[in-house]
């Protein structure tokens, strides 16, 4: 791989902010520029990460960055450290919009209606709302709880707290209602999803006990097979067919990792990779193609002997597997163009 610059990149997959809104690709286009204006922590790659684009700023210790494509032509939210930054003209230079007292490490940043976006973490309280150029801030539904995923589309806001329990806003979060139960009694979420069509259906993976699936909004949960005994760590759905769904997580019976398919919205669950032919981790990032049910991106990367960070592209059916290496210490995050969803901008990681 060809490593131009000195930006580490970070891949957040873009799921449309609500059903039924336009295309956003009709309205966006690509970035013209061969360079990225900013602090280093975003770059934009157009062949899978083969190579990535020069960035002016260098990449501060410690970053963990974060990237989502909005509804709004040309228009990103990124988070790293403490801050929050904005793009308008499709990745080529980033302004900062505010300096948050939090760090946002383990925060995600997902889109919203049209110029908005909502940054949350499954740790941490508050949740920082930016619609164009103003961040406010509300707290969530449980007071010193975190969110494991949040769906934004107008009018409602709905989320997926720690231990499984859905919630819904009609006032942009200033307040909440209980919706459904939650799956089980004391469970701990790693990871939740929430149908960009319909957000009544929702996977949730977690501790010990594998993964739980509602498609009533939560009135109702079923545990998924055959992963009872999994630790789901990462989850992702497909925005262009929400019945595909993957699940990595660590098998306890057989001491082993895998990346899982479900092909049913997350009833039944099968292993379609394996520790052996990639570096699965505790909570390997995946993101999935818009537009390409059968295409899955994931990441792995650390720091430890100055490794470098590795982005790999999934084909599920057929089981083709292909990476490209970089030098920064992880991609915690990748979004796609809506033009081009072969465009890919990653958020990069730097811990040293």
């Known amino acids: 791989m060809t490593v131009v610059g000195t930006a580490l990149t970070v891949l957040i997959a873009l799921t449309p902010p609500y059903a039924g809104a336009a295309d956003p690709g009709w309205f966006w286009n690509r970035p013209h520029c061969d360079t990225v204006y900013g602090d280093g922590s975003v770059t934009i790659t157009e062949s899978d990460g083969a190579t990535l684009a020069p960035t002016t700023g260098k990449l501060r210790a410690v970053t963990y960055a974060k990237v989502a494509a909005l509804q709004e032509p040309n228009t990103l939210v990124s988070i790293g450290r403490q801050a929050i930054q904005r793009s308008s003209d499709a990745g080529c230079s980033w302004q900062l919009l505010d300096k948050t007292p939090d760090d946002l490490s383990t925060y995600d940043v997902q889109p919203g209606p049209g110029d908005a976006a909502y940054i949350y973490s499954v740790n941490d309280q508050p949740i920082h709302r930016v619609r164009g150029s103003q961040v406010s801030t509300v707290l969530g539904p449980v007071a010193g709880g975190g969110l494991a995923a949040l769906h934004a589309q107008p009018g409602r806001l709905r989320v997926v707290a720690g231990d499984g329990q859905l919630y819904d806003s009609s006032n942009d979060g200033v307040t909440w209602q209980r919706v459904g139960v939650p799956p089980a009694r004391d469970l701990f979420l790693y990871d939740a999803v929430v149908d960009p069509r319909n957000p009544d259906h929702v996977v949730a993976g977690v501790m010990s006990d594998g993964v739980y699936v509602t498609f009533d909004g939560g009135r109702s949960w079923t545990r998924s097979r055959p992963v009872e005994r999994v630790n789901a760590f990462s989850l992702a759905m497909s925005p262009a067919d929400p019945s595909k769904v993957w699940m990595e997580g660590y098998d306890r019976d057989r001491s ?97």
């Open 256 to 352: 082993t990792r895998f990346i899982w398919e479900s092909t049913d919205g997350g009833q039944k669950f099968r292993e379609v990779l394996d520790q052996s032919r990639a570096d699965l981790i505790n909570g390997n990032k995946m993101w999935a193609s818009p537009v390409d049910p059968d295409l899955l991106y994931f990441s792995y990367g650390t720091s430890f002997a100055n490794f470098g960070a590795d982005l790999y592209r999934f084909v599920p059916s057929t089981g083709a597997l292909t990476k490209n290496h970089n030098t920064f210490d992880g991609i915690p995050s990748l979004a796609f163009n809506p033009a081009n969803p072969k465009i890919l901008y990653l958020g990069l990681a730097e811990e040293r």
